[in-house]
Every structure is written in structure tokens, then in C-alpha cells.
């Protein structure tokens, strides 16, 4: 039914790459969930004051600010697709991320001022007056919430769309909320207690929670987190598949909103090679994955030296020394300078974030394992961070 809907509404549906198309997907959810959301609001408005009941009129505030959302949401999208200029380079993607942050912002002022009237409700307890129309209007709401649920979760995942996944999330919010208030209607006149108030308090908790939940994802997205295991994989799988590369370490990925990421990355390659050649060859690559995946690739070119017998054997004794500490880091960049009294022996070794050991101690560990090795080398070493976390390829095997 769904794909029906986009295929209807939506030229080129498949192609959600194309800003456009995916303008047109955040256009239709956003409408939906306005016309929607203001219709529900508009009947337990009506019910909730009928019925002198706060939690309904709490749940149909909150619909009023899911419809005030939707809203936002549409402009966000309008605002996020425009292209970039020379005060915004990178484009306004991230335009989404803010917009989900004041969705959620408006959700979490919503629960609390429920919080607030409900408990004057458990204060100053009245009884509901319970009509037949009250659990069918909010059995109606249920069900409108799942399909809004639905349609968020489908669209969000297809385009990538954080607001609109924050407006699913929102929606199953909802559903638990209207929920616990059709239980309170049925069961206050069974043991004759009102459960209105208490209800309303329950009603707002979920709210918040879902709000606190947004927040801290959108939070995530602008500090800047790790990059997903799916976008490393496709990185690394497509320039792994070229002959030439040698191994790849220093994967950067710099994301500037939804579907507007930009990486960098280190290429090793053959020093024996002619360096126009491998220059030609990151040129491929990095052309290849802009146009297939989307993502603009500055790639750094690293020459290693393969051919020399004695480098490639301080190489594995080095990575086994490194091994041996802790079997999740590597090494890359490197190299030999021999001298006539000693010879310096330089490379950089990766460490997880996770990695509470100060750099100067993981350095001595390594440099005293060396020299236990051949007391001739002096390491130099520097100590990296993983930006993203994949295999690193050993430029040896």
C-alpha cells in the first residue's frame, strides 16, 4: 500500500539520491502527518472537553504538536534541499538534524505541561463522563498512529531522514500513550477509582521519553559520532577492489546531514610503481566512489616499499611486538631510515577510542619490545585514534 502511495505521488520513486525525489518523500510525509494529526486533535479535543477527561485532552494536545512537527518538518526539508553556496559548501543538510531537535524540544514541553495538569487532576480528582463514542474515537487514534508509524519508519529508513525516523518514533509514542488512556476510561468506573490523572502523568512520561530520545540522537549527529558499519564496509569493499591497492588506513568520514557524508582516506600503494600511474589509479577510485555511492573521496597516496627483505621482516616482527600488547590495534605508514650507528623505525599505530592508556605509556610498551628485538632501532612512533572502525589490510600478506 505504501509503495502504491510513493509510486503515485512520487516521479522516479526509486531514486532516492536524487534531492528531488527525496524532497518529494519528506513532502508527502509531512502533509500526511499535518492532515492527519490536526484531525485527530480536532475529534478528542471535542470527546476530552465533552467528557471533562485530561488525559484526552492531553493526548490531543500532543497530536496538536505532532501536526506543529509535520510542519517543521516540511520546511526542514525545503531548507535542507536547497544547494550548496559559497557561505555553506558543504550544503544544508544538516538543517534536518535542527529541525529534529526542535520537534523534539516542542514534545518535551508538551509532556511537561501535562505533567502539570494532570497532576492538579489527581489533586481535584472529577469523575469522566463515559460515552460510547470515547473508546471508539480513541481506538480510531491507535490505529491512525500505526499507519503513521508505518509510513515514517518505511520513509525514514528509505531516504535516511532523521526527522522523519523522529517522527515515527514519535508516532509509536503516541500509540502506547492513547493506550493507556482508552485502559484508564474502561477501568476508573470498574473499581470506582479515577485513573484520569494518573494516566495523564503516564501519558506525559512517554512523550518525554520519546522527546529525550530525539534529542540525544540529534545531539549525536551534530557532535559528530562513528560513522555506520554499513557505510565503512561499502568504502573500504570499493577501494579494496582495485588492483594496485596495497592496504588503506586514516578512513575519515565527515557527515554534513542526511545522504551528505565526505571521507578521506590513505592509500597504500607499490613505491615500485610509476607514481603517474598510481596517481591515475586514486584518481579512478576516488571518481568511482563519487559516483557510485555518492560520497566525495580525497584519498592521501602512501609508497610502500615491498622489495626490501630486511623492512618487510622488521615490519612482522614489529606488528607481532603490537600484537602481543593488544591484538585490536595495527600499523601503517611504515618505514626504515637506516644510519650508520642506528636506524630509526617509523610508523603509526591505531588505537580504538575505547583505549584509556596514555599515549606516552602505549609508546615505551611498544619501543621497549623493539628494542628487545634489535637494540640498533630507535622507534618513532605515533599514536592514532580510530575514526572508524574496520580491518585494516595488511600491506605484507
Not at 502511495?5 to 531514486?15: A, E, G, Q, R
Not at 490505529?143 to 531522514?161: F, H, P
Not at 526527522?163 to 477501568?187: E, G
Not at 592514532?384 to 600478506?397: G, K, M, P, Q, V
Request: charged share 20%; net charge negative.
Amino acid at each position: 500500500m505504501y509503495d502504491f502511495l510513493f509510486k503515485c505521488f512520487i516521479k522516479n520513486s526509486d531514486d532516492i539520491k536524487n534531492p528531488a525525489v527525496r524532497d518529494q518523500y519528506g513532502k508527502i510525509t509531512s502533509i500526511v502527518g499535518i492532515v492527519g494529526n490536526i484531525f485527530l486533535f480536532i475529534i478528542k479535543f471535542i470527546v476530552g472537553t465533552l467528557s471533562h477527561s485530561v488525559s484526552i485532552i492531553g493526548d490531543a494536545v500532543n497530536n496538536l504538536s505532532d501536526a506543529g512537527s509535520s510542519v517543521i518538518s516540511l520546511v526542514s526539508f525545503k531548507m535542507s534541499g536547497k544547494p550548496p553556496d559559497k557561505d555553506h559548501p558543504f550544503g544544508h543538510a544538516r538543517i534536518e538534524y535542527i529541525a529534529s531537535s526542535i520537534v523534539g524540544f516542542i514534545i518535551l514541553l508538551i509532556g511537561w505541561e501535562l505533567i502539570k495538569t494532570s497532576y492538579e487532576k489527581i489533586l481535584h480528582p472529577s469523575a469522566i463522563e463515559f460515552n460510547i463514542v470515547t473508546p471508539f474515537v480513541l481506538v480510531f487514534s491507535i490505529l491512525v498512529k500505526l499507519w503513521l508509524y508505518n509510513l515514517n519508519i518505511r520513509v525514514g529508513k528509505r531516504i535516511n531522514s532523521s526527522v522523519v525516523q523522529a517522527t515515527a518514533a514519535d508516532s509509536l509514542a503516541d500509540v502506547t500513550a492513547t493506550s493507556a488512556v482508552l485502559a484508564s476510561i474502561i477501568i476508573s468506573p470498574l473499581i470506582g477509582f479515577e485513573l484520569d490523572g494518573y494516566m495523564g502523568v503516564a501519558v506525559a512520561i512517554f512523550i518525554m521519553i520519546s522527546a529525550i530520545k530525539i534529542l540525544r540522537d540529534m545531539l549525536d549527529n551534530l557532535l559528530g559520532k562513528m560513522p555506520s558499519n554499513e557505510l565503512i564496509k561499502m568504502i573500504v569493499t570499493h577501494i579494496k577492489k582495485y588492483p594496485g591497492v596495497i592496504g588503506i588506513h586514516d578512513l575519515v568520514v565527515h557527515d554534513y546531514g542526511p545522504n551528505r557524508s565526505f571521507a578521506s582516506v590513505h592509500v597504500e600503494v607499490d613505491a615500485r610503481v610509476d607514481v603517474l600511474e598510481s596517481h591515475d589509479l586514486i584518481d579512478n577510485i576516488e571518481r568511482d566512489i563519487a559516483a557510485e555511492l555518492g560520497i566525495p573521496l580525497t584519498i592521501h597516496m602512501d609508497p610502500i616499499v615491498l622489495d626490501d627483505p630486511f623492512i618487510n621482516e622488521m615490519y612482522q616482527l614489529t606488528e607481532q611486538v603490537i600484537k602481543e600488547i593488544d591484538a585490536s590495534w595495527s600499523i601503517h605508514d611504515f618505514r626504515i631510515v637506516k644510519g650508520v650507528t642506528h636506524s630509526n623505525i617509523i610508523f603509526d599505530v591505531t588505537v580504538s577510542f575505547d583505549c584509556a592508556r596514555e599515549e606516552s605509556d602505549i609508546t615505551k610498551e611498544i619501543t621497549y619490545g623493539i628494542k628487545n628485538i634489535n637494540a640498533d632501532l630507535y622507534p618513532v612512533i605515533t599514536v592514532d585514534r580510530a575514526f572508524a572502525e574496520y580491518s585494516n589490510i595488511n600491506h605484507l600478506s
